[in-house]
């Protein structure tokens, strides 16, 4: 009990919660929350075509869907804490800067849509093959059958895999606070572990855990729904 009463008595929580800590977790979900929408968005259109051009596909193409994959699996490959900093020249060309918010969303986001991708490969590919055949027998078109069939008969799946990918996501924004990316690391690390001050810390931690409770709270809610 000593100890913690020390930590309280030797603690800035209550100082930087309204000033630095609140405002964290509002970059936080900025990052989180826009870096998924571009991801799922560009990712649900790659992972369209990569069904769409395989050999089995509505529109077979093994060019594209070779290319579009092995570009999908190199970037998959880098793991996100260097792509990060790998890609950070790019990041400054098209955002003016590598550091910040605006500059984290760009990385994540760039990083998140080949899992996204993949994702929705993957998603698509569970669909029953006979009500796409069937779909093809009574007239459907090609975006009747990817915007009717597969993807309402893929959404639940699609909903649980993007649900986990979020989670990852909120984890990486947490990582990329020790490059300048800000949020809810950056204040773990600046203000609790380099400063000694450990109660700043693990409130992060707790505030980490009670989000990754949230999103898959509503991930779940969402599946039932789609269910």
């Known amino acids: 009990m000593s100890e913690i009463a020390y930590a309280l008595e030797n603690s800035n929580l209550v100082r930087y919660l309204p000033t630095v800590i609140i405002p964290a977790i509002g970059d936080t979900l900025t990052m989180v929350l826009v870096s998924a929408v571009l991801s799922i968005f560009f990712g649900i259109i790659l992972g369209i075509i990569l069904v769409i051009t395989a050999d089995e596909g509505l529109s077979p193409h093994p060019i594209i869907h070779g290319v579009l994959g092995k570009i999908t699996d190199i970037v998959?490959?880098?793991?996100?804490?260097?792509?990060?900093?790998?890609?950070?020249?790019?990041?400054r060309f098209f955002i003016g800067t590598k550091i910040g918010v605006p500059a984290a969303i760009f990385a994540i986001t760039l990083g998140s849509t080949p899992f996204a991708t993949r994702m929705t490969e993957n998603s698509l590919n569970t669909v029953d093959p006979q009500l796409v055949k069937m779909a093809r027998s009574i007239g459907a078109s090609k975006l009747q059958i990817i915007f009717k069939v597969?993807?309402?008969?893929?959404?639940?799946?699609?909903?649980?895999?993007?649900?986990?990918?979020?989670?990852?996501?909120?984890?990486?924004?947490?990582?990329?606070?020790?490059?300048?990316?800000?949020?809810?690391g950056a204040v773990a690390l600046t203000y609790g572990y380099q400063r000694f001050?450990?109660?700043?810390?693990?409130?992060?931690?707790?505030?980490?855990?009670?989000?990754?409770?949230?999103?898959?709270?509503?991930?779940?809610k969402l599946y039932k729904l789609t269910k």
């Open 76 to 91: 998959r490959s880098f793991p996100m804490m260097i792509l990060i900093v790998a890609i950070a020249p790019i990041t």
């Open 150 to 184: 597969m993807l309402v008969e893929a959404l639940p799946t699609l909903i649980s895999n993007f649900t986990i990918m979020m989670i990852n996501m909120l984890n990486t924004s947490a990582m990329a606070g020790a490059v300048g990316a800000g949020g809810l």
């Open 197 to 220: 001050d450990y109660l700043i810390m693990y409130f992060i931690v707790i505030i980490l855990i009670f989000l990754v409770l949230l999103i898959q709270g509503i991930g779940n």
